[in-house]
């Protein structure tokens, strides 16, 4: 767990990232900068640190065997040892973020580091180093007087609410590679590119990657396996993804064998979900955990991921967040066509 609420930036530094492949370039600050107005930092702070996921942590890894191999993590624990060498090398990070950026599906943007102090985590107050790219700009109308009379000009910008791709390095566990937290809102290409290629970093064994990683397991069993071409009815099927999502709400620790024996019940079923964790496993080149704490956060952002919609031709919507017994399907001779009998007792 970490907050934010008493944190401070003490320097700030902005280079151009181009895309290598294309013939871009990388172009430097020649010094690190300091807003004076009090409501830019804090609404910098915001657009840095508010989109963090919390509980969700990662670390550096060793390049062959030796962590300052890692570029960015030797980077970072220079700056740590001595604040001084923050300019010379966020440098060095964008040289080595421009050297990765050789694909043509990476985008140009501006890297912002940026170093933080009074940083809350389990581990106590610390220093943190972020770096941050955005890469996508938004178009605003700002409305301007001009000869007495309010007029509309178009201005392209940053929004404060969308951070492309994000890394916050907190000062505590650096034998172990640091306590890092990532961000990427682009696609899989992308985030290898940046998690990968860039950072060298991992998931560190904690509750959220383990939760969020059997989440994504059920889901895709359900996809893949528990559907229609293998004779489940579609109402089945969410309500396995139904009662999935709700023993993970109501639930502190997770157990496998209770999660099998209340959620997916059927003998053959647990068989065939047992073969496809096996191969989910292997393709993912993952061990998924069968008894782990379970995160809240994970539950909570996984949640969106696991529909629960019914569509009915073009006409109707179901949306089914209760128990499979209060819908019935039938099929109308009469009219050649399937229909659902719907149970409830209030209607809103």
């Not at 064998?257 to 059927?266: G, P």
Request: proline share 2%.
């Amino acid at each position: 767990m970490f907050y934010f609420e008493d944190s401070e930036i003490h320097h700030i530094v902005i280079h151009h990232i181009g895309n290598k492949f294309e013939g871009g370039s990388l172009t430097l600050s020649e010094n690190c900068f300091l807003p004076e107005d009090t409501d830019v930092l804090n609404l910098l702070k915001s657009y840095f640190l508010s989109a963090f996921k919390k509980d969700a942590y990662y670390h550096f890894l060793p390049y062959e065997g030796d962590w300052m191999n890692n570029p960015v993590y030797a980077s970072v624990s220079s700056i740590f040892d001595q604040e001084s060498e923050f300019y010379s090398q966020s440098v060095s990070i964008a040289e080595h973020l421009f050297e990765q950026s050789n694909n043509p599906n990476i985008k140009a943007g501006e890297l912002y580091i940026v170093y933080f102090r009074n940083c809350h985590v389990e581990e106590g107050t610390c220093d943190a180093i972020g770096i941050f790219k955005s890469e996508t700009k938004d178009t605003f109308l700002k409305i301007v007087m001009n000869e007495h009379t309010y007029q509309l000009v178009g201005e392209s910008g940053l929004n404060i609410k969308k951070l492309d791709k994000a890394c916050l390095i907190f000062n505590v566990n650096r034998e172990n590679g640091y306590k890092v937290c990532i961000l990427d809102k682009t696609n899989t290409q992308e985030a290898i590119y940046w998690t990968c290629d860039f950072l060298g970093v991992e998931p560190a064994e904690a509750s959220y990657f383990q939760t969020s990683n059997y989440l994504n397991l059920c889901k895709d069993f359900v996809k893949d396996i528990y559907n229609q071409e293998n004779d489940v009815a579609r109402t089945d099927q969410i309500d396995m993804l139904n009662r999935s999502i709700n023993f993970f709400k109501d639930s502190d620790v997770f157990s496998e064998e209770r999660f099998k024996e209340e959620v997916i019940r059927e003998p053959e079923v647990i068989q065939a979900f047992e073969n496809f964790k096996n191969q989910y496993e292997t393709d993912n080149q993952m061990a998924i955990a069968d008894q782990f704490p379970i995160s809240d956060f994970a539950v909570k952002d996984e949640k969106k991921y696991f529909r629960h919609v019914l569509k009915l031709d073009k006409n109707f919507h179901v949306y089914i967040h209760g128990e499979k017994k209060y819908i019935r399907k039938g099929y109308d001779p009469d009219r050649d066509m399937n229909y659902y009998v719907l149970y409830f007792r209030n209607e809103e």
